[in-house]
């Protein structure tokens, strides 16, 4: 697989990522206008929906890190996108900190 199609395959999970996370927050928000409690298992599908999305996250960002570390160097905007992904995973989702470690090291590969 080129390095285009990679790119663009990123670029794409992404921009889905980014559009899950807008629905989720505005799903969050709307629950909170709510002046009534009523228990009809929205909280429980935001909540699994956060979850799994985190897991995507994680499982995405580790695999890409790993890949460029493997490789020994990194494109620009390649570095670009894993960063924006792992600030919606660790800020967004409340990412436990996993992924830092790997981050700091694509961080410091040479870009090509």
């Avoid at 990522?17 to 989720?24: A, D, P, T």
Wanted: hydrophobic fraction near 35%; aromatic fraction near 6%; proline fraction near 1%.
């Amino acid at each position: 697989m080129s390095d285009t199609v990679i790119v663009a395959l990123v670029a794409g999970l992404a921009a889905v990522i980014g559009g899950v996370i807008s629905q989720l927050g505005e799903g969050i928000r709307q629950k909170r206008r709510r002046s009534y409690e009523k228990d009809d298992g929205e909280d429980k599908n935001i909540t699994a929906l956060k979850v799994g999305l985190k897991w995507v996250l994680y499982d995405r960002i580790r695999y890409l890190g790993q890949r460029y570390i493997s490789d020994g160097k990194v494109d620009f905007d390649d570095r670009r996108i894993l960063n924006e992904m792992h600030k919606s995973y660790h800020e967004g989702l409340s990412g436990n900190g996993d992924l830092d470690n790997l981050m700091a090291e694509v961080n410091r590969l040479p870009l090509e």
